[in-house]
């Protein structure tokens, strides 16, 4: 029987899905020395994936460590490292090192919808509503310049502004808050998802 050969993604690899803790550690290790050398945008984003992954595995030095070296990247997506970090600080109850940086993230004016997103979760999973709810409508402002005129058809053909406008739902629900015509929306968006097809 012939020898089949790992033809299929490996450790630092977009494509690779880690499954077990060593494979993650493998990954999180790829991802730490990618673009080694180099101060570009893609190797902050390596480094904060790598981040990530070493605080799953519960290794919060290491995960820090390459967080702090991402910061440095001048060439790093505006915000895209401050968005990322300050996820991982507020999961570490260092909420006032979280928020300075978000604070920090905003004055670098990010255009990158996933920015948006990433700090908006990150503020409404450790109740900070009122903040997510302006974060994801700070996000649709980004993408779409407006949101007076914002349509359903939004919401059905771009991904991001889906995310986003769901986000802020979420939030505004929260807060107890009157739904306005982007809730609205969202609500009519959900409710399609859940009719069966042939119902109208």
């Not at 290491?62 to 970090?85: C, G, K, M, T």
């Amino acid at each position: 029987m012939a020898r089949k050969h790992r033809n299929g993604p490996q450790p630092g690899h977009d494509d690779y899905v880690p499954l077990t803790d060593a494979q993650r550690r493998a990954h999180a290790d790829a991802l730490s020395h990618a673009h080694a050398g180099h101060q570009c945008a893609e190797r902050a984003a390596s480094l904060c994936q790598a981040g990530e992954y070493y605080a799953l595995l519960g290794d919060h030095n290491r995960a820090e460590q390459v967080f702090r070296e991402a910061l440095d990247i001048e060439d790093a997506e505006p915000a895209s490292v401050h968005a990322s970090y300050a996820s991982f600080l507020l999961d570490q109850h260092r909420h006032d090192e979280a928020l300075a940086l978000i604070a920090a993230a905003r004055r670098l004016h990010p255009q990158d919808p996933d920015v948006f997103d990433v700090i908006g979760e990150a503020l409404e999973e450790h109740h900070y509503f009122q903040q997510a709810a302006r974060w994801f409508t700070a996000g649709l402002v980004a993408i779409l310049g407006h949101l007076t005129n914002l349509q359903i058809d939004d919401l059905h053909n771009d991904f991001d502004v889906t995310i986003l406008a769901n986000g802020r739902y979420r939030a505004r629900q929260a807060l107890g808050l009157p739904p306005d015509h982007i809730d609205n929306l969202v609500q009519e968006l959900r409710q399609a998802s859940t009719t069966p097809q042939g119902e109208h």
